[in-house]
């Protein structure tokens, strides 16, 4: 099924080239709606652009573009939700790494270890909640946040 898709979609890149847009429409109307339908998707339409139209000095909020007014753009409260994401992706293995350091505390009685771990635990649990992510006005102002800043 999906290579039915790309197969749908490299005849569209092709026709691309050299068609009308109403020509390209038909082609989606008759092909890929039928593949994408069959994969529980629902095409809502298309545009037209050129690759120096894509922000891709933003890449790391890919999910978050959008098309406004003909170009495509950053949609923030997006991209806000894709860094919450990222920052989840990236706290996960320094939990497992405070989890491991919290046995070894436990096992050897080290109760001021203990509470620091913990301390940092709970940090991570909370890096989504940070103010700066949504007080952000730009994408970059989103890509400079890590879990290896410190919170207020």
Not at 112 to 134: F, G, M, N, S, Y
Request: charged share 30%; net charge negative; hydrophobic share 45%.
């Amino acid at each position: 099924m999906i290579e039915k898709l790309y197969a749908d979609h490299a005849k569209a890149v092709e026709a691309a080239a050299i068609w009308k847009d109403e020509q390209i429409q038909a082609l989606i109307d008759k092909t890929a709606a039928e593949t994408w339908a069959s994969m529980g998707l629902v095409p809502v339409g298309w545009h037209r652009c050129t690759l120096d139209a894509f922000p891709v000095e933003h890449e790391h909020v890919r999910d978050a573009w959008t098309i406004r007014k003909g170009k495509v753009v950053v949609d923030m409260p997006r991209a806000k939700e894709a860094t919450r994401h990222r920052l989840r992706a990236e706290r996960s293995p320094l939990m497992l790494v405070n989890d491991r350091e919290a046995l070894r505390a436990l096992e050897i009685g080290d109760q001021v270890a203990l509470e620091a771990i913990t301390a940092e635990k709970q940090r991570l649990r909370d890096i989504t909640k940070l103010p700066a992510i949504d007080a952000a006005e730009t994408p970059d102002d989103l890509k400079a946040l890590s879990c290896d800043i410190a919170q207020p």
